[in-house]
């Protein structure tokens, strides 16, 4: 149990274009999801956590305007990237809660904005 | 001051010798403590996680805590080639919130 997806694994655009990420949990509802930002060979630096239904708390430095979360659901998270930059290229990483015992973490997406 | 304090490595050691990865935080107030692993290019994965000071062991794998010090261990047995990744120590600031250390890279060597 507690499997969390996203989607794509993997996206490259151009410059200026909008990235939406999805985050699912699969097997279980989550009270609370994560997104995380990890640049290589650092560890993961939370941008944002959000429930369902309210709007997502962001970290602080992170623009709320640039990058939208959205907590449709108790199984789905969307993280959308707008005006991407090649800065933003990063591995985005989400993770779901069920309560105690810690986050489930997804397989990342990949983006690199050309 | 960083919340949690890790020791990046890398750690090399050869087969069946044991691993001890280490972090240290700041904040008392933590009382759940994580230890994610993590594969290159994979999202981590949950290893396991103590409440407040003592030990916990699950197979090979034993996760300390003292409090005292704001010391977190985890110990691997025996350790295998497919060990080697990145563990990400994490203890719980409450609300679900995680304070990531910077993660230690381990290499079992054949």
């Known amino acids: 149990g507690a499997v969390v997806s996203q989607h794509p694994s993997r996206v490259i655009c151009k410059s200026g274009t909008s990235v939406k990420i999805e985050c699912r949990s699969l097997d279980f509802q989550a009270t609370t999801m994560f997104w995380y930002r990890q640049f290589p060979k650092q560890s993961l630096m939370l941008m944002a956590t959000?429930?369902?239904?309210?709007?997502?708390?962001?970290e602080q430095g992170v623009e709320k305007d640039k990058f939208l979360i959205n907590h449709a659901s108790l199984t789905l998270s969307t993280l959308t990237v707008t005006s991407a930059h090649p800065e933003d290229s990063s591995f985005y990483i989400c993770?779901?809660?069920?309560?105690?015992?810690?986050?489930?973490f997804g397989p990342g997406t990949r983006l690199t904005v050309l | 001051q960083k919340e949690v304090e890790q020791d990046p490595g890398p750690l090399s050691v050869p087969e069946g010798a044991i691993v001890s990865l280490n972090c240290t935080y700041s904040n008392s107030a933590f009382q759940y403590f994580m230890w994610y692993r993590q594969y290159s290019r994979k999202g981590p994965e949950l290893l396991m996680y103590t409440y407040s000071s003592g030990n916990k062991e699950d197979g090979r794998f034993t996760a300390q805590v003292d409090k005292s010090s704001k010391y977190i261990s985890l110990f691997i047995r025996d350790s295998q080639p497919s060990d080697s990744a990145t563990y990400l120590c994490?203890?719980?600031?409450?609300?679900?919130?995680?304070?990531f250390g910077s993660g230690t890279k381990l290499n079992v060597k054949p």
């Open positions: 994490a203890p719980e600031g409450g609300f679900n919130k995680f304070y």
């Open positions: 959000s429930n369902e239904g309210s709007k997502a708390t962001y």
């Open positions: 993770s779901a809660s069920r309560g105690a015992g810690g986050q489930f």
